[in-house]
């Protein structure tokens, strides 16, 4: 084989045996020490706050799972059934004010209506005491 070939073949195989360092051992060490570095912080922190009580992290996992949503049990589906009553008491509400608005413009024309009837009524009243005043005059004799 000429020695150019052979420069090549083994230039190719070194760039392949970096190629795959670099895919299976360089690239996936780079990003572990990121994750670690991200990752080590919040150890040290959960390690410090729960010291004293081993079984938070029990704890923990059981939050967690009462947080996924499942047949009505758990604490999302309490939250959802929580939030859907208020949107519904929330529409209540509006209901109401606008009923009660509806009940207040009646009852203002009901007294504006009632007024008109009173106002008559007083007119028809003085009417009749007038009528009334006028027969009981003509009814009297004359000299008395």
Partial sequence: MPPWAQVV???TAVIGAVAYLWKTVLKPGARLISTMD??????IELTEQFHDAPEAF????????QFKADSGTSLRDVINRLERSADDNRAAVKTLEANIETAR????????????????LDKANAGIEAAAE???????????
């Fill in 9 to 11: 073949i083994s230039v």
């Fill in 38 to 43: 991200k990752l080590l912080p919040v150890a």
């Fill in 58 to 65: 029990v704890t923990l996992r059981e939050i967690a799972q």
């Fill in 105 to 120: 413009q009646l009852a203002e024309q009901d007294r504006a209506h009632l007024a008109a009837v009173i106002a008559k």
């Fill in 134 to 144: 006028t027969v009981a005059e003509n009814d009297r004799p004359n000299g008395r």
